[in-house]
DNA sequence: CTCATTTGAGCAAACGATTGCATTTTAAAA
DNA sequence: TTTTAAAATGCAATCGTTTGCTCAAATGAG
């Protein structure tokens, strides 16, 4: 029972015909008579056949693996859009493998290495904080690899991509906090040479400008987005006594940090300070006061990205990528009780 | 550029020697020289060579890919398992491959069937919920895929795994409500047929009697363990006016449920009601009051499962597999302000 | 009833690396 | 110098499918 033999010879041999035959067979090849595909179809499921994928993969150089590339499955966007491409991806025979580059760009480049060795048939990436050079990439789209990249891309570039429009989210998020009163709103922010970052940032700024406030540099403040780095920035500006109402986050851990902070300060949420992030993690509506957000769409980014890598993976103008496709997708705003 | 050809014959024509010399020298094989190593690995590097590991997985038989099923990669302690096992299957230049079983039977079978016609060298795998049937995992011992389980086992699998000490975990955090002052606790479960909650519960019910309480089935209490499920368990002791003063959950998320109605009914934690979760889920540290839990050790968890693993398929007896290796690792329990 | 097509299937060479066995080269022993 | 063992490399089959090309049978046209 060790040896999972049943090869297409073995369905050959019992039907006196040839391997290629029951290849062909196998594979619905109109050239084949029905007749003959349907026993090959009835021995191959008496003898348990099931199909080498190795031995294809040579022969054919399609290994009917896509390889997906996110900074950390632990955070719910990613998930989501991992669950997304898994689910159409699995529909139509192809295995993923997931690999983490955990935002450290060596990990990146290795796992891009990885998996070109491992001859995916193509590569879905949201590149990591570190990221500022894109050879790695420019590599992958050198040897003819389908790539589909999502919410993190950079317009050097020229590769199709589905991202949220950061900027509306963030615009919405900030002109509410306005519309609630808020006159002085602090900016979570990271570095801008990540798309993301840079435009929540423009759209904090311009809902700033369209309802007549100024934009304050004093108070944007940058670092990384998790929580101790919001609570971090929090205790900064406590400490100058920085006069703000507000704070627009561009993460929810940051936020959540800055609550924690002002909590313990005793400074009234959202009586005091009115707070929203982005992202809209599960704790956001866990904590107390429930956060407000900015939903970022990831079941629908993932569909869409699975969609729009497969049509690049059939449409296959011989490696020759078409034009890049972008497709930017609406965020949504989630009021909750933090800027009430 | 399109086409990726460096094969060893190219370096072998190269070197005016053949294809298998190549290949033993890249393999570090005693029987060549020192000398036309170093010749093999320059020209390697010069013509950048990059193996086809699709060609020398059909040929040995080992593909170099290990398959690791979680229910979800989307929750700590899973994605924290998982960066285990990637760090050292990578560091062995194997590759993994994620698939999550969303807890659901069907995908957990295909999942395996999968991962099986891939061709992965084993198999990593914590089961999902619904999971009653092991069939499909015995296919993958029958096979001789190595196989090792984490987290959620079954005794009926005789099979290498390391598990948590959840009897012990459980036994801590309720002996800690009671030395803090509660008198019925309230336990969260789900299905017995899952060990871990099998034995989170021994663990409640040996800490009641251990310090003279009695076992009280109406304050046991059954359900999916996610923030809904502790929502709707906690509305339904409050209504039925149960009488207690402390809720042990099996999970986390139910616990902040549960915290979630007991605020929103006056009711003080930790005041009136004590509360201890488990699995320390990033948010038990973010909520108000913070939530006491136990630790799973995720990350220990990962390494010595991926640990395991690699000693099972390097001492490979034959795809015999040899004694199974049970490691259960003792929790840590975490208190925070929900208990005090 | 022949000749040209279509249709169905076989042959054999890939795909790129690995590996048991054979052979050559080198070095040591006689 | 001849013999022998050890060291280094070559030969060729193999892993299981796929696929271009060839070939035979069946069908249709004239």
Redesign the interface.
């Known amino acids: ?2 040896n ?1 033999k049943a090869t297409i010879h073995d369905i050959a041999a019992k039907l006196n015909i040839t391997a290629s035959t029951v290849s062909r067979a196998l594979n619905n090849n109109p050239r084949i008579s029905d007749e003959t595909k349907k026993k090959v179809l009835k021995v191959a499921k008496q003898i348990n056949y ?6 294809s ?2 022969r054919s150089g399609k ?1 009917k ?1 896509i390889g997906v590339i996110v900074p ?5 966007f990613f ?2 859009v ?2 997304g491409i ?1 689910d159409l991806a ?1 529909s139509l025979n192809y ?6 580059s ?1 935002d450290e760009y060596d990990k990146e480049v ?1 796992n891009i290495e ?6 995916v048939d193509g590569i879905i990436a949201s590149f990591g904080k570190m990221t500022e050079n894109f050879d790695h990439f420019h590599k992958v789209i ?3 690899i389908p790539l589909v990249l999502f919410d993190r891309t950079a317009d050097v570039l020229d590769v199709s991509h589905v991202i949220l429009d950061d900027y509306l989210g963030a615009y919405q998020a900030v002109d509410h906090l306005i519309k609630n009163g808020c006159k002085r709103i602090v900016h979570f922010t990271n570095v801008q040479r990540i798309n993301i970052y840079r435009e929540r940032k423009r759209g904090y700024e311009d809902a700033l400008k369209a309802n007549g406030l100024e934009v304050d540099p004093a108070l944007i403040l940058y670092g990384n987005m998790q ?1 101790e780095d919001g609570r971090k920035l929090t205790e900064e500006i406590i400490q100058n006594k920085v006069d703000f109402d507000g704070i627009f986050s561009s993460a929810d851990y940051a936020v ?1 940090g800055a609550l ?1 902070v002002l ?1 313990e300060h005793g400074i009234a949420v959202p009586g005091q300070v009115k707070l929203a992030g982005f992202g809209n993690e ?2 956001t509506s ?3 006061p429930t956060i407000t957000t900015v939903d970022q769409k990831s079941i629908s980014m993932g569909k869409i990205t699975a969609e729009m890598f497969f049509e690049m993976l059939n449409g296959n103008t ?2 020759q990528v078409a034009v890049a496709k972008k497709t930017i997708l609406k965020p949504e705003l989630i009021i909750r009780d933090s800027s009430k």
Chains 1, 2 share one sequence.
């Open positions: 029972m060790k999972n099931q199909p080498n994928h190795i031995a993969a040579l290994s693996l950390t499955a632990n955070r719910n998930s989501s991992i669950r898994e699995n295995k993923v493998i997931i690999s983490q955990y290795q990885a998996l070109i060795n491992a001859r050198e040897k003819g929580l959540m924690q909590k599960p704790f866990f904590s107390d011989n490696g």
